[in-house]
C-alpha cells in the first residue's frame, strides 16, 4: 500500500491565493519530500525535510512536517498560474537489511492536483 | 548539460512483444530508479539499482526487468508477460543509494501503449 496519502485530491484557487496540500504517511521515515510534475512532464524535486525538522521554506514553499502525527504540510503562497501541476510527496523510510544498514527507497503518494487561475 | 535522459519518448507495441526502454544520466549519480505512473496515480516502484552490476525489485516487478552493466544507464524492459504494461514510466536517479538524503531528479519519462 502507498505510504504517502495526500490530501486534497484536486484544488482550484485564484492567482494570489495560498495552496496548501497535505500529506500522512504510516512508518518512520528519514525524510520526506515534495515533487512537483507538471502535465506529461517528469517530476521534479521541490524541498526535502528531515524527520528531525519541523519547518523548512524554500522561496515561496513552506513545509512542516509532525512525526507525532506522521503528517507534512506543503503551503505555496501569492499562487501564480505558473504553479498550476500535480504535487507529490515521497517518503524514505526507515528500512534496515540483513546487514544491519539502512537505506532509502522513495514511496510517492497519490498527489494532488493544483489548478491556478489567472 | 547534465541530466537525466529517457527515450524514446512515445513507444507503441503490440501485445507479446518485448520492449526495451532507455534511460542515461551524465550526473555521476550512484543510483537509479524506475517507477510506473497510471493516469491521476503516483508512482511505484518497479526496481531500483544502488550500484553498478546490482539492482533490487521495488513494488511492482512482475513482466519487467533490468540491466545495470554501467553507471550511466539502467534500461528497462518490458516483457511480454506483463500483463497491463500501457503506461508512463520515469526513470530517476540520486547521488547514492544507502544516504538518507538524497533527492531523486527525474528524466521526462516514455508513455508506452500497447497496441
Known amino acids: 500500500s502507498q505510504q504517502g496519502e495526500e490530501d486534497p485530491q484536486a484544488l482550484s484557487i485564484q492567482e494570489g491565493e495560498n495552496a496548501t496540500m497535505n500529506c500522512s504517511y504510516k512508518t518512520s521515515i528519514n525524510n520526506l519530500q515534495w515533487y512537483r510534475q507538471n502535465s506529461g512532464r517528469g517530476l521534479v524535486h521541490l524541498i526535502l525535510i528531515r524527520s528531525n525538522e519541523r519547518e523548512k521554506h524554500s522561496g515561496r514553499l513552506r513545509v512542516t512536517l509532525d512525526t507525532s502525527k506522521k503528517s507534512s504540510s506543503l503551503l505555496i503562497t501569492a499562487s501564480r498560474a505558473a504553479d498550476t501541476a500535480s504535487y507529490f510527496c515521497?517518503?524514505?523510510?526507515?528500512?534496515?537489511?540483513?546487514?544491519?544498514?539502512?537505506?532509502?527507497?522513495?514511496?510517492f503518494g497519490q498527489g494532488t492536483i493544483l489548478t491556478v487561475h489567472p | 548539460d547534465g541530466g537525466i535522459t529517457q527515450s524514446p519518448k512515445y513507444l507503441f507495441r503490440k501485445e507479446g512483444q518485448n520492449v526495451t526502454l532507455s534511460c542515461e544520466q551524465n550526473l555521476n549519480h550512484d543510483a537509479m530508479y524506475w517507477y510506473r505512473q497510471d493516469p491521476g496515480q503516483g508512482l511505484r516502484l518497479i526496481y531500483y539499482?544502488?550500484?553498478?552490476?546490482?539492482?533490487q525489485k521495488g513494488d511492482i516487478a512482475e513482466g519487467y526487468s533490468v540491466s545495470r552493466e554501467k553507471k550511466e544507464s539502467f534500461p528497462l524492459t518490458v516483457t511480454s508477460a506483463q500483463k497491463n504494461p500501457t503506461a508512463f514510466y520515469l526513470c530517476?536517479?540520486?547521488?547514492?543509494?544507502?544516504?538518507?538524503?538524497?533527492?531523486?531528479?527525474f528524466g521526462p519519462g516514455t508513455r508506452l501503449t500497447v497496441l
Open positions: 539499482s544502488q550500484i553498478v552490476n546490482d539492482f
Open positions: 530517476a536517479s540520486s547521488g547514492s543509494g544507502h544516504a538518507p538524503y538524497n533527492e531523486q531528479f
Open positions: 515521497a517518503t524514505d523510510a526507515v528500512r534496515r537489511n540483513a546487514g544491519g544498514t539502512s537505506y532509502g527507497k522513495l514511496t
